[in-house]
T-cell receptor
């Protein structure tokens, strides 16, 4: 099974950009890279996903390495509300037309006022 | 409020009780999931339903029994649980045929087994 590796924790100052790294060296050609985040006392929330090209949405940007063995989630201006655990996940087919999202431990992001 | 609603939000039960967790999605999705989140452990996928049929059962003990009567509702029936089953149980839904398969999660049901 392809897995991801993330730092356990990171800190950022408020209103500064944050780059959250993720390594996925055993990724397969059809695996999508997903990012979710989980705020305290809430369920995980979708952030962004991509396959090969860099992606932007209203929440964040996703930069994917050319060999796809790593990616970086970019929060352009961190706010206190961005303090959460961020999960980098590979969406993989698991048979019968379903696709698993297997969560790791994620990166706990702290935002300093 | 998300499009996935879980009830109850908190549940305390004894080891001999029978209870159920309910999940309802209002997003028109056709796949639903149960995840378990124990303290200081990653989320663990328990069950997957696609088009109301169970397609994944990740070695979950039989004291957890899922039910998916239609594409909008998912239940997790609980009986003779153990204290180590205390955890946050999360429901999610998605388009199973979607190439991106983005999951929308509920807020979870916090279960405490005494």
């Amino acid at each position: 099974d392809a897995k991801t590796t993330q730092p356990n924790s990171m800190e950022s100052n408020e209103e500064e950009p944050v780059h959250l790294p993720c390594n996925h060296s055993t990724i397969s050609g059809t695996d999508y890279i997903h990012w979710y985040r989980q705020l305290p006392s809430q369920g995980p929330e979708y952030v962004i996903h991509g396959l090969t090209s860099n992606v932007n949405n209203r929440m964040a940007s996703l930069a994917i390495a050319e060999d796809r063995k790593s990616s970086t989630l970019i929060l352009h201006r961190a706010t206190l509300r961005d303090a959460a655990v961020y999960y980098c996940i590979l969406r993989q087919p698991s048979g019968a037309g379903s696709y698993q999202l297997t969560f790791g431990k994620g990166t706990k992001l702290s935002v300093i006022p | 409020e998300t499009g996935v609603t879980q009830t109850p939000r908190h549940l305390v039960m004894g080891m001999t009780n029978k209870k159920s967790l309910k999940c309802e999605q209002h997003l028109g999705h056709n796949a639903m999931y149960w995840y378990k989140q124990s303290a200081k452990k990653p989320l663990e996928l328990m069950f997957v339903y696609s088009l109301e049929e169970r397609v994944e059962n990740n070695s979950v003990p039989s004291r957890f029994s899922p039910e998916c009567p239609n594409s909008s509702h998912l239940f997790l029936h609980l009986h003779t649980l153990q204290p180590e089953d205390s955890a946050l149980y999360l429901c999610a839904s998605s388009w199973s045929s979607s190439g991106a398969n983005v999951l929308t999660f509920g807020a979870g049901s916090r279960l405490t087994v005494l």
